[in-house]
């Protein structure tokens, strides 16, 4: 089981950016696949932006390609999350999780950071 930690949260304005930190531990990661997802008020959570940890190879929903950008520090065991150019339909609270395999579900889960984007 991989422990997560989020971190990087808070509110910002209408074409602001923050990045977001998911420290993680309690395994070893180079079989793992990273992901960022979201859930606005009212709404089911969705996925945002997925990373294997081993190759680097990255992946974004549609409505976030271009302004967000999802990375990793294998030395400190943490994955980021770049948002640019932020809109308030972005804001939600952001969970990163991580799953074992490219066809495993997302088994470990973070406790989330609040983004909030004001127009």
């Known amino acids: 089981q991989v422990q997560l930690v989020e971190s990087g949260g808070g509110l910002v304005q209408a074409g602001g950016s923050l990045r977001l930190s998911c420290a993680a531990s309690g395994r070893t990661f180079s079989t793992y696949v990273m992901g960022w997802f979201r859930q606005a008020p009212g709404k089911e959570r969705e996925f945002v932006a997925g990373i294997r940890w081993s190759v680097g190879i990255t992946w974004y929903t549609d409505s976030v390609k271009g302004r967000f950008t999802i990375s990793k520090d294998n030395a400190k065991n943490t994955v980021y999350l770049q948002m640019n150019s932020l809109k308030p339909e972005d804001t939600a609270v952001y969970y990163c999780?991580?799953?074992?395999?490219?066809?495993?579900?997302?088994?470990?889960w973070g406790q989330g950071t609040q983004v909030t984007v004001s127009s």
């Open positions: 999780a991580a799953a074992r395999t490219t066809s495993s579900s997302f088994g470990s």
